[in-house]
């Protein structure tokens, strides 16, 4: 699968987010990278402070970030139809840490 393919599935995740979930998204940018350097086999990352943890202090701070690891997704599906699947999955899962959703419960609601 090529680069701009994968990106393009990423913005058609993006498109599936609610709008008013999409529109309560403050300070975050989505990108696609090929691996985590330091977890090879991880498919997503947020890094933030999440809406729920802000506090009237929270200003002037650079974006949060989703990053969805284009090569360990490749290498976890076995066909396109999985690849379309799993980034819909990935990136929810990062956009509900924005949230402040934690790990656990994503998975109890069969995000994980």
């Known amino acids: 699968m090529t680069p701009d ?3 393009d599935l990423v913005g058609n995740a993006l498109d599936l987010v609610p709008e008013q979930l999409a529109a309560a998204m403050d300070n975050v940018v989505v990108l ?3 691996r985590n350097p330091d977890e090879p086999d991880l498919l997503g ?3 933030g402070v999440a809406l729920t943890e802000r506090t009237a ?3 002037g701070e650079l974006p949060d ?3 969805i690891y284009r090569d360990a997704v490749l290498d976890f599906c076995d066909d396109e139809e999985q690849v379309v699947d799993e980034v819909a999955i990935t990136v929810v899962h990062e956009i509900a840490h924005h949230f ?3 790990e ?3 998975h109890e609601l069969g995000w994980g």
Do not use: K, N, Q, S
Request: charged share 50%; aromatic share 14%.
């Open 100 to 102: 402040g959703i934690e």
């Open 5 to 7: 393919r994968f990106e």
């Open 65 to 67: 970030r989703i990053t």
């Open 45 to 47: 990352l947020y890094e």
């Open 57 to 59: 202090d929270y200003a």
């Open 104 to 106: 656990e419960r994503l």
């Open 32 to 34: 696609v990278e090929d």
